[in-house]
């Protein structure tokens, strides 16, 4: 259930950081306003009852920064085991679990009432409200992610793997991370990207000639060139390239550098700082430098 308040200071006013008054309603106990920077342009809100609770969603408008992207493309490889490795040999890896002890503890104590009363309908509630808090870990993290990625380079490139198809695959695995919330944020904010039969795991990233390769095989070697790479690596310096391909097809010719050393440290530095995400520089074979 929501109400719209259309108006910021007629229909709802934030009166301090702590409180907000609603017409008709009054003065109500908000945690969170300190959320909002002081030069926020506030303007409709909503007033939302979910899971037993009641929330004021807020659209504020802030002054556009002029921000100078970086002259560089960069390549995503999607995996499974390692969630993002990067064409500068940046691994992102962030797991937060579809079932944690909490939900486990309200699960069994959800068993024990009976179906109906009001103690099983509360249970309900924080179950539903445990469940969509880490849901939007997930979606949070996503959006830190792609919102770096988008924002710094002037070329993002990732293969169109099918997410979904992972999910149904190997289920919980998948389900943990938040792949399918990064490639959603990188779809609707301009990234390039790439057709899935591309073969990136099958192309050398040095000489581009073809080698399959089981699954199981996690260095790429050429036995063409000699080229030894870590094979997510090789996949994203290939997706780099070919987004790369893809946008001198379409008339876009702006001179762009490869994202290499200059980039990844810094890169490093920031995704750990988001909660859940470890975050690494990779050699060329394949092996995490701390």
Known sequence: MSIPLQQNGITYKIVDKRHVKVQRIGALKINGLEQIPENAEL??????KRHGDYYIQITAFLPKEEHEQLPYYIGIDFGIKNQLTLSNGVRINFKVPLVDEKIKKLQRLLKRKKVGSKRYRETQLKLQKEYEHLSNIRKDIANKVGSYLVTNFALVSFQDDNIRLWERLWGEIVGATALGNVKTFLNDHGAQEIDPFYPSTQECSQCHKRTKMPLSQRVYV??????????????AIDNAEEGLTVRRSLGLNKPLMPADDRTSTSMVEYFNNIPFVDASLVNETGRAQF
């Not at 050429?222 to 690596?233: A, F, Q």
């Open 43 to 48: 303007a409709n809100a909503r007033l939302i």
């Open 222 to 235: 050429c036995p063409y060139c000699g080229n030894v790479i870590d094979r997510d690596l090789n996949s």
